[in-house]
Structure formats: structure tokens, C-alpha cells
């Protein structure tokens, strides 16, 4: 499967970004999607994710409610709805997509990346 991330961009703390994770290639609905992020010095880590049917959602522990991750089917799209945005959250994030595991949280359980879109918050 391959995917596409986009709709990074550079906001003011408290502004909010709707990030979002085109598949194409396989059958979407045969994924977990989730999302990380890296920032500059420091390792990727985890931010959210979703089940193939889009039954669970889980998240990143410094996520504390401000952000959503959501999938539409038809569009064989997830969403990462990121609110209240603040400048330690500026890092460049990459969709992923796992067709095994039962709730991955870590890089190494997912198959297949995207290209990475830049998210920068200014204080």
C-alpha cells in the first residue's frame, strides 16, 4: 500500500491542522493506519491510531485530548485533527500503515510509510 501525508503547515500555538493520509495500491480497509512524529534532535514517536474498521482509536500519552484521528472508507483516507497545536508539537509526521498487529504503537510493527509532512507551531 502506498501512502501520501499532507496538510502540514505552519500555525500559531492554539491553532488547530487537520492532517490527513491517502492509500492507494491495496485494500485500505485492511489496515491499521497510524500516525508519528519526529522532531528535529530527537526520536519518532508515537501519536495516534486507528483500527481497520475503524472500530478503536488510540493515542500518544502527550496528546491529553487535543487531537483526533478519524478514517473515511470511500476515501480510503484517515484524518489526524490536531487542536490547541503547540509549539512542542512542531515535527514533521508520517502516516503508517500495519497489517498484522493487534493495537501497534511501535514503528517496527508497521509495513509500510509515507513521505513525512512538516507541521511547525510558532509560540
Known amino acids: 500500500v502506498q501512502l501520501q501525508a499532507s496538510g502540514g503547515g505552519l500555525v500559531q500555538a492554539g491553532d488547530s491542522l487537520r492532517l490527513s493520509c491517502a492509500a492507494s495500491?491495496?485494500?485500505?480497509?485492511?489496515?491499521?493506519i497510524g500516525w508519528f512524529r519526529q522532531a528535529p534532535g530527537k526520536e519518532r514517536e508515537f501519536v495516534a491510531a486507528?483500527?481497520?474498521?475503524?472500530?478503536?482509536?488510540y493515542y500518544g500519552d502527550f496528546v491529553k485530548g487535543r487531537f483526533m484521528i478519524s478514517r473515511e472508507a470511500t476515501k480510503s483516507t484517515v484524518y489526524l485533527q490536531m487542536n490547541s497545536l503547540k509549539p512542542e508539537d512542531t515535527a514533521v509526521y508520517y502516516c503508517?500503515?500495519?497489517?498484522?498487529?493487534?493495537?501497534?504503537?511501535?514503528?517496527?510493527?508497521?509495513?509500510?510509510w509515507g513521505q513525512g509532512t512538516q507541521v511547525t507551531v510558532s509560540s
Open positions: 486507528i483500527t481497520r474498521g475503524g472500530g478503536a482509536a
Open positions: 503508517a500503515a500495519d497489517g498484522g498487529s493487534s493495537y501497534p504503537r511501535k514503528e517496527f510493527e508497521y509495513d509500510y
Open positions: 495500491g491495496r485494500t485500505f480497509s485492511g489496515y491499521n
